[in-house]
């Protein structure tokens, strides 16, 4: 069965820093992969999505992922965090051979940006 | 274009009473799901459906029933609520194959 792990549940930076926000996968075939963001009392919107066309991925509001098969990693990037950032991040995979299930999430990263 | 839309936004129940969360798709797409958010667990799969019909177990199925009589909608039921089930519930929508799943806003749910 496939599984998402995300390693860290909070993550501070502040206005302008680099923001890395960790993903790793188990799946036992092809994954697909994808980063959500949820604002506060908000539902979940798509950051961006792999689905093997590219290993780099970009995505909206200047934020990218690269996956890394020997590495099984989905790490998400943000050159410089602004405070709109703030939020928590979720990763997801859906395995290519269960098209029929549902995303599974991981439990989330809380970003905090100060200024 | 309205997307998922999921109704009650907010409900509070006491123990032992019944509901149902509504759920409504108007992108004509197959797959439907249930999740539960619950602080520090992320979202948890309690149902889903591949297609009017169809329904299967998701992580977290006990107390919640599930039918898919219309491609459209997608009703999670409670049978008999409990505190334990106070949560967000999300529902979310996919078209067939690989691709992202798009969500509803919200129902806040508070069992006393």
């Known amino acids: 069965a496939q599984s998402v792990t995300q390693l860290g549940s909070h993550v501070s930076v502040s206005e302008g820093a680099l923001v890395l926000l960790r993903c790793n996968y188990s799946?036992?075939?092809?994954?697909?992969l994808f980063w959500y963001v949820q604002y506060p009392n908000q539902g979940l919107q798509l950051l961006l999505k792999?689905?093997?066309?590219?290993?780099l991925v970009k995505g909206i509001n200047g934020f990218e992922a690269e996956f890394k098969k020997s590495e099984t990693s989905f790490h998400l990037t943000k050159p410089s965090a602004h405070m709109r950032d703030a939020a928590e991040y979720f990763c997801a995979v859906s395995a290519a051979n269960q098209a029929g299930t549902a995303l599974i999430f991981g439990k989330g990263t809380t970003l905090s940006v100060s200024s | 274009n309205a997307g998922v839309t999921q109704t009650p936004k907010f409900q509070v129940l006491k123990t032992g009473q019944s509901m149902t969360l509504q759920c409504a798709q108007d992108?004509?797409?197959?797959?439907m799901s249930w999740y539960r958010q619950d602080p520090g667990m992320g979202l948890r799969l309690i149902h889903y459906s591949v297609g009017a019909g169809i329904t299967d177990q998701g992580e977290v199925p006990n107390g919640y029933n599930v039918s898919r009589s219309t491609t459209e909608d997608f009703p999670l039921r409670l049978l008999s609520a409990a505190p334990s089930q106070t949560s967000v519930y999300f529902c979310a929508s996919r078209e067939r194959g690989y691709t992202e799943a798009f969500f509803g806003q919200g129902t806040r749910l508070t069992v006393v």
């Open positions: 792999y689905t093997s066309a590219a290993t």
């Open positions: 992108m004509n797409h197959e797959y």
């Open positions: 799946s036992s075939v092809p994954p697909y």
